[in-house]
């Protein structure tokens, strides 16, 4: 059952009125930026043992079935899944307790300094299932050797039935004892990449339980330096993208989601980092179809020291990882797992969080690559940990009283960033690719200055021009794909309008000069 719709809502505790599900209740209208505990409630007519699903909250949640707590989320835009008894088979009552205060402590996963805004609301899907005696509560679909059509399905079982049968749409159907890990081939396998997209889906039955799910044929490795995608140097050239829209915060709707995607592949591109956050399912399918790769990763932005060692904190990130990770891993648009955007990684103690939160994404997932991007760059001292060195790095932006773009100081420091990597042995053996560059443009201004039009797109096209004749990179990913919302805090002086305007499209997905300009380079 898929619960969105218009729900019973109030805001701390004034009178009951109607709110959107999935929503944002204070991107627009009548609580417009306002924090504070936001209820939102509905009946549900079921029984019995069942699954509630909610793909993204925020900031925080309490989850209420007929008055009684049943659970609660800490992390916003991450997936919770919940498994209990509903009781008799008539009306029932779910109440959504979303609290968008924010939490200034050290384990906080969402602090006022972020450079983006945190929103109240139920951002995404909410769905309910009543369970069968046996139902599977994980199955992993992932290509082991892609040419060889060679797949590992992993199945967990919740009951006491036992077989279990497949059926792949191109017309294999193969049975299986039950929980466990097997493999299956796949003949004539066609594989999956950005150029040609193919998708297998397959039905897995148990029982009365039927689960439906998608996988792709397709590798990714790094070696000598380099990325390969099924055994081919890959070079990414993308965006960062947040999920969000203007009224709707957050929430953002899918029409617009799917001109988003359609929008970055046009543009020749064939890279996504879902900032800063895990990404949806409805954005992974459009990413899966659309043959655009991903980097999917845990909430966070700069996270300082104190939360880095802080053991409640690193239990969050871990709890969203593996959470992130069951809830996505069959979609192949999913290149590499990430988490901490630009965390206070330049001290030795930022290791051992860094480490967990590595091994982690093992414990869940071998197949795909890991990293994290960093701001702290020849400073940094956990890049060793993880498979791909990411750098995010403003030059030409950011400090300087300059007024024209000076393609030198670009130049300069890619070189100087390249260096430090060559010249390190603990990393001189991985890929780096740029994880974030740009600069904001207010639309209409075509001064030429800083701020114009004309120097984001100078900056972003000479940036291109610099990472694709130096060998040592294997990409680039601009910064960003829209303006996105920011909280007033104590940046919003650099952030005009409270917008960080560094989008290659404006909020509204208006193209800037650098989009259409780059669009020429890349075709
Ligand atoms: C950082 C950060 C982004 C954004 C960007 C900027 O690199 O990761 O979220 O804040 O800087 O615009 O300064």
Known sequence: MLLNGLWNFSFENGKTIKMPVPGCFDAAGEFFSQRGKA?????????GYVELHLEGIGLRAEIFWDGKKIGEELTAYTPLTLRFDAGEKGNHELKIICDNTIEETPESEFRRFYDFYGFGGIYRDVTLRELPETSFSYVKVIPVDPFAGKVQLHIELDGPEKSVSMQISNGQTIEFPGSGDFEFVIPEPELWSPEEPNLYSVT???GDEVYKTRFGLRSIESKNRKLYLNGKELFIVGVNRHDVYPLTGAAIPYEQLKTDLQMIKAEGMNFIRGSHYPQSELMLDLADELGLLVWDETLGWENPLDSLNNEEFIRRQKSGLKRMIRNSINHPSIVFWGFLN??????????????????TIKEEDTSRLITFATMMSDRDKCLDIVDIAAFNTYPGWYNGTFTFFDPNIVEAELDRIAEFV????????????????????LPGDHSGRRWSEEYQSQLILTTLELIRKDSRYSGVLF???CNSQVDDNGRIMMRPRGYNNKGLVDEYRKPKLAWNDLKKVLK
């Open 479 to 481: 910064w960003q794909f």
């Open 342 to 359: 630009e965390a206070i990684t330049d001290d030795e103690s930022a290791r051992r969080c860094v480490r967990e939160l590595t091994e």
């Open 204 to 206: 897995i039955s148990c």
């Open 422 to 441: 060559r010249n390190t042995p603990e990393l001189a053996e991985m890929p780096m690719i740029i994880s974030e560059i740009g600069a904001a443009a």
């Open 39 to 47: 209820a939102y409630w509905r009946e549900v007519v079921c029984g």
